[in-house]
């Protein structure tokens, strides 16, 4: 394959998606580059996105709730999303390897990666977490 260039507008795209800690849609991305370059269309930003996570220097969440997400963290980890509000963000855990390997030997496949998302209420959604929960006390 053909190496590809690193366009100005790749470049603006990567830094807008690093600079967003949110986990963001496409949309949402696009309509942060479009406040400060107003010259980059949609379709610029979609192709790059994907282009990005193809080659794996992003990470593409997908949502059956609505568009994919898009996370700049490409290292191993999970997440959590809150079923109101949609917020996704990054959890820090250990992996699971002996998993992998307990699947590739009972059911024939080679792993070569896997995805796990927690879902749940975020704090912000539901205040009487706090109020309510005698566990959260724990945390």
């Known amino acids: 394959m053909a190496e590809r260039r690193n366009t100005i507008q790749q470049e603006i795209v990567a830094q807008?998606?690093?600079?967003?800690?949110?986990?963001?849609?496409?949309?949402a991305i696009y309509i942060e580059i479009c406040n400060k370059h107003s010259s980059i269309s949609r379709a610029t930003v979609f192709r790059?996105?994907?282009?990005?996570?193809?080659?794996?220097?992003?990470l593409r969440i997908?949502?059956?709730?609505?568009?994919?997400?898009?996370?700049?963290?490409?290292?191993?980890h999970y997440h959590v999303q809150c079923k109101k509000c949609g917020r996704i963000s990054n959890v820090s855990m250990k992996k699971f390897p002996a998993l992998e390997e307990e699947i590739e030997?009972?059911?024939?496949?080679?792993?070569?990666?896997?995805?796990l998302?927690?879902?749940?209420?975020?704090?912000?959604?539901?205040?009487?977490?706090?109020?309510?929960?005698?566990?959260?006390?724990?945390?």
Do not use: W
Request: charged residues 30%.
């Open 16 to 27: 807008t998606l690093r600079q967003m800690h949110d986990h963001p849609t496409a949309d």
């Open 62 to 76: 997908s949502n059956a709730g609505g568009g994919d997400r898009f996370d700049y963290e490409i290292e191993k």
């Open 117 to 139: 998302l927690f879902e749940g209420i975020c704090e912000e959604c539901d205040k009487s977490v706090v109020e309510n929960d005698t566990d959260a006390a724990d945390c």
């Open 48 to 58: 790059i996105l994907n282009r990005m996570a193809e080659e794996g220097r992003i």
């Open 105 to 115: 030997c009972s059911y024939g496949y080679r792993i070569i990666g896997h995805t």
